[in-house]
């Protein structure tokens, strides 16, 4: 690979702004390039007019679009790939029972599990999702295709097998003892966490595959489990493995997810079970899950115990208002969990959430932030917005120094944006303000569907699906 030569609008967060303040961060430069050099790391990027000398004679992409860092869902469920917009559910528990453990239990099957791998790396090159944390299936067999598929589309991935080792009858298929939930779980770490990492100077930290510790939840699994899993991690968490689960979605008083698993565990916070405090009284009962590779997702009622201590353990949330809005699980408060200093990025959520491209999830999260009562509406600026979607994400998996926007020195992940490829999209652009504006990318982000994602480029390298 030589260096390559990217002309277009430039769109990105630069530095490393604090949330809630990333407005002065926004580069938008109507007339940008984006220098990409032999390793696949950004050179230059900026405005065309100060390219430096040294790439003046290099060939020179017109993309004709918008250049803009890939985008990141820090919460999807690979399994779950032909299951959006699943009827005969209702909330979290019920949805789960009657549509998803029936779903999940089809990836036993080798065929079907590689033909639903191969769909899922296909959606995510389509919309332009360069990383991700991707919650996996309970079959090892399924995993393998996961990883083996996203490696050879040259795709970021963390996941990690689904952990349940209770459930209802409809999820006998995920169930493994506890022996085997451990096990099972070490043995996909040896085989994928920084499998495409090599030579002397490996780093498995920064690899495009890398593995996570992931019970379903807390109703998924026992004191029993957590136990053997804070142990486990213990181990794991310096190699940079992950921990990726759920957190207080869904309140429905009395039988919703948070009263079970205050009834079930005894223990005062949700979140408790998660921090080695999983017995009556959140009485200790073994190792903490929580650090800074640790993504809760949803976080939606959480007590300021909670957000404090995830903020502490410098443990993220992916922030997941598509799907909140298909369970009725209610809106994360914007305001209260920002002030808490905890990382909040965000997730498509799929299956739940029924959209896989990012810029549709921001439009939810726009929308339903402007809708929270009285003081707690906020309109989100568009800057806030592609931080959410981009840099944040990157963040939340550790690795804000590898990838999330655009600065020299980061591997470059990018997508091209071509608004005259989407129907109707360029005319609308065309009218709401100049490029370059908060008005034009507060549109450009909301108006975008996946038509318009042309091209995605992780580590300077042009990702394609491979459909056989
Ligand atoms: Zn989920």
Not at 49 to 76: I, K, N, S, Y
Not at 179 to 196: N, S, Y
Not at 309 to 335: D, Y
Not at 336 to 360: C, F, K, N, Q, Y
Request: contains cysteine.
């Amino acid at each position: 690979m030589t260096a390559a030569v990217y002309r277009g609008h430039l769109v990105h967060i630069a530095g490393a702004p604090v949330a809630g303040d990333v407005d002065a961060s926004l580069v938008s430069e109507p007339d940008g390039v984006l220098v990409v050099d032999a390793t696949g790391r950004v050179a230059f990027s900026g405005a065309w007019r100060d390219l430096p000398a040294e790439w003046a004679e290099a060939p020179v992409t017109e993309t004709g679009g918008v250049l803009l860092p890939g985008f990141v869902d820090t919460h999807l469920h690979f399994p779950q790939t032909f299951t959006t917009d699943a009827f005969g559910g209702g909330e979290l528990l019920e949805w789960l029972e009657h549509c998803v453990f029936p779903a999940e239990s089809r990836l036993a099957d080798a065929a079907f599990a590689d033909a639903i791998a191969r769909a899922f790396v296909a959606r995510r090159v389509a919309v332009g999702t360069t990383a991700a944390m991707v919650f996996g299936s309970a079959f090892p067999v399924a995993q393998e295709a996961l990883f083996s598929r996203t490696l050879q589309a040259g795709l970021r991935v963390v996941s990690g097998r689904g952990i349940q080792t209770v459930g209802p009858a409809s999820a006998t298929a995920l169930l493994t003892s506890e022996a085997d939930a451990l096990a099972l779980t070490r043995d996909e770490i040896d085989a994928w966490h920084g499998q495409d990492a090599a030579g002397p100077a490996a780093d498995a930290t920064r690899a495009l595959a890398q593995v996570a510790v992931v019970p379903r939840f807390s109703l998924s699994v026992t004191p029993t489990t957590l136990r053997g899993l804070g142990e486990l991690y213990g181990e794991a968490r310096e190699r940079g493995v992950y921990f990726h689960s759920h957190l207080n979605e869904n309140n429905r008083p009395g039988d919703g997810e948070i009263a079970a698993v205050r009834e079930v565990y005894g223990t005062r916070t949700y979140l408790d079970t998660y921090d080695g405090h999983f017995m009556p009284e959140s009485a200790y009962g073994g190792e903490s899950l929580l650090g800074r590779r640790s993504i809760l997702a949803h976080a939606v009622h959480c007590e300021d115990t909670e957000l404090a201590r995830l903020a502490e353990t410098g443990s993220s949330i992916a922030h997941c208002p598509t799907s909140q809005l298909f369970l009725g699980s209610g809106t994360m408060p914007w305001r209260r969990t920002l002030a808490h200093g905890v990382t909040v990025a965000l997730g498509t959520d799929v299956g739940a959430g029924d959209e896989w491209l990012i810029p549709r999830v921001l439009s939810d999260a726009y929308k339903v932030h402007m809708t929270e009562p009285g003081d707690d509406a906020i309109a989100l600026h568009p800057a806030e917005l592609l931080f959410l979607g981009t840099l944040a994400g990157a963040r939340a998996l550790d690795q804000e120094h590898v990838f999330g926007n655009l600065d020299a020195g980061k591997e470059a992940d990018f997508v091209v944006v071509r608004p005259q490829d989407q129907p109707g999209f360029a005319d609308v652009l065309a009218h709401s303000g100049e490029p370059g504006t908060s008005a034009h990318l507060f549109t450009l982000l909301l108006g975008m569907r996946e038509q318009a994602v042309a091209q995605v480029y992780v580590r300077g390298r042009r990702v394609v699906a491979r459909t056989a």
